[in-house]
Structures are given as structure tokens and as C-alpha cells.
């Protein structure tokens, strides 16, 4: 069993900046993030495998950048230039294959989550 464990959220205004982290107690291929809003389904974010192939949902790219420290089972996800239709509960997940890694399905771990809010 794995565990994940999650940090970073907080309340930023839109065009902001937040930084989240993931830290995982065991070793996993896949790590990615989700995201869901409030009356929404779970939706994929970004995921990143253990060879640092790194796949993002069309909504984030070029504003999110995910990387992730192998030595230290670490995830993380730099938001940059935040929208107010980032707001949600972000959460972090772990697969041991990195096949359909956009489909939560995938994912085997799942942490707390972490709320993050941008303001308008």
C-alpha cells in the first residue's frame, strides 16, 4: 500500500502562481494529478511517468508544469498564470503502468486532496 500525501494549495488571484507537491511512501511508474470542482466529475490534469514522459490535459498547457524526484518519491505541479476555472480540489495518484494514464481508472493510490482557489 502507498500512500500519498499532498501540499500546496491555498488561495491565489487569477494570474497567479501556486506550487503543489506529492509525496508518495512507496515507489510507482505513474504519478499524475487530478482535479475536481464542485457539481463536476474527477478530471485528468497531468501524468508523468517514471522516465519523465509527461502528458497534460489540453486546459493546462503551457500554464501547469509537472516534474517529479524519483530519489525521493516526490511529485510536483508549478501552476502559473491560475484561472478562476482552476478551482477545484487537486489530487494526486499513483499507477503501476503507464498505459491510459489520462483515465483515473489507471490509479491505483490516491491522496486527500488539496484545495486550491483562484479568485477573480
Known amino acids: 500500500q502507498v500512500q500519498l500525501v499532498e501540499s500546496g494549495g491555498g488561495l491565489v488571484q487569477a494570474g497567479g502562481s501556486l506550487r503543489l507537491s506529492c509525496t508518495a511512501s512507496?515507489?510507482?511508474?505513474?504519478m499524475g494529478w487530478f482535479r475536481q470542482a464542485p457539481g463536476k466529475e474527477r478530471g485528468f490534469v497531468v501524468g508523468i511517468t517514471w522516465s519523465g514522459g509527461t502528458y497534460y490535459a489540453d486546459s493546462v498547457k503551457g500554464r501547469f508544469t509537472a516534474s517529479r524526484d524519483n530519489a525521493k518519491d516526490t511529485l510536483f505541479l508549478q501552476m502559473n498564470s491560475l484561472k478562476p476555472e482552476d478551482t477545484a480540489v487537486y489530487y494526486c495518484a499513483a499507477a503501476y503502468t503507464t498505459l491510459d494514464l489520462r483515465s483515473a481508472k489507471t490509479y491505483v493510490f490516491w491522496g486527500q486532496g488539496t484545495q486550491v482557489t483562484v479568485s477573480s
Open positions: 512507496g515507489r510507482t511508474v505513474t
